[in-house]
């Protein structure tokens, strides 16, 4: 079963940073990707980062492009999203999800989610 733990979401002030962990377990297939994806309030879920299962690949927003850097501890089955440079406008709940094969950017194709972290950047 696979399941997946966010974790490192809080209260940031502008112009800050944060780093967002996803520890995953129950993973049995070679091949995934691990996305990153925010919900703000009465906002429809956005992709923001996703990167293949050796990190050899990655996709940003623009948005965040320059900003946040997605990456992985292989070791520790642990993925991160660094945030840089927060804005207020980044202010959502963020979620990580594996789907298996290659990145996209569309959440309904992820297979798993984990619960979300809230990030709140004030001005």
């Known amino acids: 079963q696979v399941q997946l733990v966010e974790s490192g979401g809080g209260l940031v002030q502008a112009g800050g940073s944060l780093r967002l962990s996803c520890a995953v377990s129950g993973i049995t297939f070679s091949s995934f990707s691990v996305g990153w994806f925010r919900q703000a309030p009465g906002k429809e879920r956005e992709f923001v980062a996703a990167s293949n299962w050796s990190g050899a690949t990655t996709r940003y927003a623009g948005s965040v492009k320059g900003r946040f850097t997605i990456s992985r501890d292989s070791a520790k089955n642990t993925h991160y999203l660094e945030m840089n440079s927060v804005k207020p406008e980044d202010t959502a709940v963020y979620y990580c999800?594996?789907?298996?094969?290659?990145?996209?950017?569309?959440?309904?194709?992820?297979?798993?989610w984990g619960q979300g972290t809230q990030v709140t950047v004030s001005s």
């Open positions: 999800a594996v789907r298996r094969g290659v990145t996209t950017t569309i959440a309904s194709g992820y297979d798993y």
